[in-house]
């Protein structure tokens, strides 16, 4: 008997056996027969299918649309170098499956965006390891859209964890219940800028010289051409340029990994805090599945930079939550206004994140980021005031790259 096989057959009776401490429904069988989705194989990801696996759960699917790199070797502990290139699903899956056996792992390399409804209803549950805003809200959207309140089989509930260098949280959402994802955009951390003066004339960081090169420098050297944070040669550009720039201010500090992560935007991951989130996603989950216990009420926050601090509180609903509330929106605005004036409005919304707004009354289109031609015909619109466009409290459907479903707004004039 192998040693995988002497753990599997000894852990079962530990994890199916009651307690006095449990609830009077626990159904610990419910481990072997439910079937959980992983959403991301990063480093929360690996995290999580450990966990879950460890646990007892032996039917996880995962999806992930990246391939392992180098890089991610120092905390995503599935992953080889000689792994280096391949699918982060189908390696962790792999990795998972042979170290414990009865636990079987189906992987998907792809987007998430690539499966429909169908397959997310044949989940007991999801849970999010996702480095994305955009891919949370989209699956957020498309789980509560799945929700039936006449048919209780289609709720479907989302634990949501993510982590910030030494800060991380988890979250349940159960569609129609709880604050979804979209109801707590403005909790969202805003990518770091700086002011485009600063950076033209007076640099005093050396972050100031990278996005010196990136976002003035690059444009003039390659117009047409959109910065690729993964090309090497592109960041060793950015590299030498800031460099420069650093010499002529006698400013230290520009690295490579440094000029990558501004490009990027990124954020160091900490191990850690991956363990502490993805332990509490896997906590959730096995509360959940086997009722064991009464379920996080509903969102965890984890600090871990100034000691180590935890707070848990419950998230309120928003009643105008584009997702599961009224997803109506009602604006004063004066009529001399311009629509481009308007969508720069649209855009500052913190609860909503445009990037780029596309907006149709119920007549005509008013103006269309895409398709080309479109946006090429309506963009005569943009400088004409409101008074020529709409009437006084008509109701206008928004779209945007950043938005899961379009929104309704009611344009009032004053």
């Given at each position: 008997?192998?040693?995988?096989?002497?753990?599997?057959t000894s852990?079962?009776?530990?994890?199916?056996?009651t307690?006095?401490?449990a609830?009077?429904?626990f159904?610990?069988?419910a481990l072997?027969?439910c079937?959980?989705?992983?959403?991301?194989?990063?480093?929360l990801?690996c995290?999580?299918?450990?966990?879950?696996?460890?646990?007892?759960?032996?039917?996880?699917?995962v999806i992930?649309?990246d391939?392992?790199d180098i890089s991610?070797?120092?905390?995503?502990?599935?992953?080889?170098?000689s792994d280096?290139?391949?699918?982060k699903?189908?390696v962790?899956?792999?990795?998972?499956?042979?170290?414990?056996?009865?636990?079987?792992?189906t992987?998907?390399?792809?987007?998430?965006q690539?499966?429909?409804t169908?397959?997310?209803?044949?989940?007991?549950?999801?849970?999010c390891?996702l480095?994305?805003v955009?891919a949370?809200?989209w699956?957020n959207a498309?789980?509560?859209?799945?929700?039936?309140p006449?048919?209780?089989?289609t709720?479907?509930?989302i634990?949501d964890?993510?982590t910030?260098?030494?800060?991380?949280?988890s979250?349940i959402?159960?569609?129609?219940?709880t604050a979804?994802y979209?109801c707590?955009l403005?909790?969202?951390?805003?990518?770091?800028?700086?002011?485009?003066?600063?950076?033209?004339?007076?640099?005093?960081l050396?972050?100031?010289c990278?996005?010196?090169a990136?976002?003035?420098?690059?444009p003039?050297?390659f117009?047409?051409?959109?910065?690729?944070?993964?090309?090497?040669?592109h960041?060793?550009?950015?590299?030498?340029?800031?460099?420069?720039?650093?010499?002529e201010?006698n400013?230290a500090?520009v690295?490579?990994?440094?000029?990558?992560?501004?490009v990027?935007?990124i954020?160091?991951a900490?191990?850690s805090t991956n363990?502490?989130?993805?332990?509490?996603c896997a906590?959730?989950?096995?509360?959940?599945?086997?009722?064991?216990?009464?379920y996080?009420?509903?969102?965890?926050m984890y600090?871990?930079d100034d000691s180590?601090?935890?707070?848990t509180?419950?998230?309120?609903?928003?009643?105008n939550?584009?997702?599961?509330?009224?997803?109506?929106?009602n604006?004063?605005?004066s009529k001399?206004k311009?629509?481009l004036?308007?969508?720069d409005?649209?855009?500052?919304?913190?609860?909503?994140?445009?990037?780029?707004?596309?907006?149709?009354?119920?007549?005509?289109?008013?103006?269309?980021?895409?398709?080309?031609f479109?946006?090429?015909k309506?963009?005569?619109?943009?400088?004409?005031?409101?008074?020529?466009?709409?009437?006084?409290?008509?109701e206008?459907?928004?779209?945007?790259?950043n938005?899961?479903i379009?929104?309704?707004?009611?344009?009032?004039?004053?």
């Amino acid at each position: 008997m192998t040693h995988q096989t002497q753990w599997t057959t000894s852990i079962y009776p530990l994890l199916e056996r009651t307690g006095p401490f449990a609830n009077t429904g626990f159904e610990p069988e419910a481990l072997h027969t439910c079937k959980i989705l992983v959403i991301g194989a990063g480093g929360l990801g690996c995290e999580l299918l450990k966990n879950l696996a460890l646990s007892g759960f032996k039917d996880i699917h995962v999806i992930d649309m990246d391939t392992i790199d180098i890089s991610n070797l120092n905390r995503q502990f599935l992953f080889r170098q000689s792994d280096v290139g391949k699918s982060k699903a189908e390696v962790a899956a792999n990795f998972i499956m042979k170290r414990i056996v009865g636990c079987k792992v189906t992987p998907y390399f792809g987007k998430i965006q690539d499966k429909d409804t169908e397959y997310y209803s044949q989940f007991t549950l999801i849970i999010c390891g996702l480095d994305s805003v955009e891919a949370r809200r989209w699956i957020n959207a498309t789980v509560v859209g799945m929700f039936d309140p006449e048919d209780p089989s289609t709720l479907k509930p989302i634990i949501d964890g993510g982590t910030e260098g030494l800060k991380g949280q988890s979250r349940i959402i159960l569609p129609s219940f709880t604050a979804c994802y979209e109801c707590s955009l403005e909790m969202q951390t805003k990518p770091k800028t700086f002011p485009i003066c600063t950076i033209a004339n007076t640099p005093r960081l050396p972050e100031h010289c990278i996005e010196f090169a990136s976002v003035l420098e690059w444009p003039k050297h390659f117009p047409d051409t959109k910065i690729d944070g993964d090309d090497p040669t592109h960041i060793k550009w950015l590299l030498n340029t800031a460099l420069e720039r650093a010499k002529e201010f006698n400013i230290a500090g520009v690295t490579y990994s440094l000029t990558q992560g501004v490009v990027k935007n990124i954020i160091p991951a900490i191990a850690s805090t991956n363990a502490i989130v993805a332990a509490s996603c896997a906590n959730e989950a096995f509360k959940i599945v086997t009722n064991c216990s009464i379920y996080l009420n509903n969102y965890m926050m984890y600090t871990g930079d100034d000691s180590i601090y935890t707070l848990t509180f419950p998230l309120e609903k928003k009643e105008n939550c584009s997702v599961c509330g009224s997803a109506k929106v009602n604006l004063d605005i004066s009529k001399e206004k311009t629509l481009l004036e308007l969508i720069d409005i649209l855009k500052e919304l913190p609860e909503f994140q445009l990037k780029k707004p596309s907006l149709r009354s119920l007549k005509t289109s008013l103006y269309m980021q895409a398709p080309p031609f479109l946006e090429e015909k309506t963009r005569v619109n943009l400088d004409k005031p409101l008074m020529e466009l709409i009437t006084n409290g008509e109701e206008l459907t928004i779209t945007d790259i950043n938005l899961p479903i379009s929104l309704q707004l009611t344009v009032t004039f004053v």
